[in-house]
């Protein structure tokens, strides 16, 4: 599934070069999980002002509304000049003056979905509720340990859920834990003001490494320019349950928690 690292890898990937691009057609294939939300003539003529990120979601602001496009769990993102006849699991396309933006989603659980502005609702429903950016100075050490300290389960659960800091999905919260030092099972409410401090940079950390080298590519996750990413060549936990750990040698762990994979060193990660 694409993460925060991914998105952002996706979205400078395309971002200056459509920058000013006129829409001159939309194409829509087969339904995905949300429908657009408007007549696909009421984006023609429209200019493509700029490409923004909020958590997992493409911002593209547009002369009169914006698009929210969401990769969901195998969506990728291609823009180019000459693409080559839609396929099978293409099913969005943005003709623009600059080239074609083009959704490819084999499980359809992607979307692209107009509104009005980001305070409408139909953008409220999907941004609404998510937390503050990891990667923005919003994201303070101290209201994160205070957050934490109010919830009682445990810690790796509760950053996919994002409501603390979005976009810590599952490849990226295992990292952190282990730069910080923190078994994934630990409960939220024991973890001291320190070790807090710790995470909140581990998760900036993570993330920042991730966008550098391009985000993880674990099946198909290409950038816009058909590129892949290269992070999860150095995962330290993620995906090498019984592996030695890159540190202390010991047998890297694997567990399920929440119906997802887990992955931790049982030496360096303390409960």
């Given at each position: ?9 996706t ?18 294939g087969?339904?995905l999980?949300?429908p657009?939300?408007?007549?696909a003539?009421q984006?023609h ?8 990120r909020r ?8 002369s009169d ?5 969401h990769?969901?769990m ?10 080559p006849?839609a ?17 490819h ?11 009005a502005?980001?305070a409408?609702?139909?953008?409220q429903?999907l941004?609404g509720?998510l ?12 209201v ?5 300290h109010?919830?009682?389960t ?13 976009g810590?999905?599952n490849?990226?919260a295992?990292e ?7 078994r994934p099972?630990?409960?939220a409410?024991?973890?001291s ?9 581990a998760?900036?950390?993570v ?6 080298k ?5 099946r ?13 060549l150095?995962a ?9 750990c ?5 047998p890297?762990?694997?567990?399920r928690q929440?119906?997802r994979s ?9 409960p």
């Amino acid at each position: 599934m694409p993460e925060l690292p991914e998105v952002e890898v996706t979205r400078l990937s395309f971002a200056d070069r459509i920058a000013g691009a006129r829409i001159e057609g939309v194409v829509v294939g087969k339904p995905l999980r949300w429908p657009l939300g408007c007549e696909a003539a009421q984006l023609h003529g429209q200019q493509v002002l700029a490409v923004r990120r909020r958590g997992k979601y493409l911002l593209l602001d547009l002369s009169d509304g914006l698009l929210l496009m969401h990769l969901g769990m195998s969506g990728s993102v291609s823009f180019g000049a000459n693409l080559p006849l839609a396929g099978k699991h293409d099913h969005f396309d943005l003709v623009t003056s600059l080239g074609t933006l083009r959704l490819h989603d084999p499980r359809r659980f992607g979307a692209v979905v107009h509104a009005a502005g980001e305070a409408h609702p139909a953008a409220q429903k999907l941004l609404g509720r998510l937390g503050v950016e990891p990667l923005s100075e919003a994201f303070d050490a101290l209201v994160f340990h205070q957050w934490l300290h109010a919830r009682h389960t445990a810690i790796k659960p509760l950053l996919l859920a994002g409501q603390a800091v979005v976009g810590v999905g599952n490849i990226y919260a295992s990292e952190a834990l282990f730069l910080a030092g923190i078994r994934p099972t630990t409960r939220a409410s024991q973890i001291s003001k320190p070790r807090a401090a710790r995470l909140h940079h581990a998760i900036q950390t993570v993330l920042t490494d991730a966008v550098a080298k391009g985000g993880s590519t674990l099946r198909d996750f290409s950038n816009a320019a058909g590129e892949a990413g290269h992070f999860q060549l150095e995962a330290m936990v993620y995906d090498r349950a019984g592996l030695p750990c890159r540190v202390c040698a010991a047998p890297i762990k694997g567990i399920r928690q929440g119906q997802r994979s887990t992955f931790y060193c049982a030496t360096c990660q303390k409960p």
